[in-house]
């Protein structure tokens, strides 16, 4: 089934438009992708593994997506964590804590980014992956995702430099 978005224009206000997902957006054209950070009182964060077959296969990251149609940044957060983990979150345990536009790579249009932090104990064995997206899941440190990343077994793309951000904010609410 094709997947659409809402299309926004540069000042992340919609067109009226949609978009159908694997096709090239026009030059000025943005989508929402969110990142779902999810964070426990250990200071640990759930991340989960991409599943073989897929775009960045074998990879482990936080939960993220884009927003569908009809979808709110915070929405699709919620869907997205609830179609990959299986896991419903407390829209009131969440806050947008970055937001930035990026420019895709390969076509003229782009994307909004929000990454979301939440707080939420989340046992590993109440998690439910999502066949053909996530194979596997575990709470990680900060230390343990930046060793990842450094291994290259954590995907985090150069334009997420906002990792920084989250685990320094982290710092200051434990």
Known sequence: ???????LNADRNKTGRVHM?????????YHVV???WIWNKKGEFLISKRSP???????????????????????????ETQEELGVILDPFAGERFYTTRLEHDNDPGGWFLDAWL?????????V?????????????SRETIL????????????????????????AKEA
């Not at 439910?128 to 990680?140: I, N």
């Open 1 to 7: 089934m094709a997947e659409y978005w809402d299309v």
């Open 21 to 29: 997902r694997g096709t090239p957006m026009k030059a000025g054209d």
């Open 34 to 36: 969110v990142h779902v």
């Open 53 to 79: 077959g897929i775009d960045l296969a074998g990879f482990w990251q936080t939960t993220g997506g884009s927003a569908v149609t009809g979808d709110t940044s915070l929405g699709a957060a919620l869907r």
């Open 118 to 126: 939440f707080r939420a104990e989340v046992d590993l064995k109440e």
């Open 128 to 140: 439910v992956l999502q066949e053909g997206e996530t194979c596997d899941a575990m709470w990680a």
């Open 147 to 170: 060793e990842m990343c450094a291994a290259g077994t954590f995907f985090d793309n150069e334009k997420w430099s906002y990792m920084d951000e989250l685990f320094a904010h982290c």
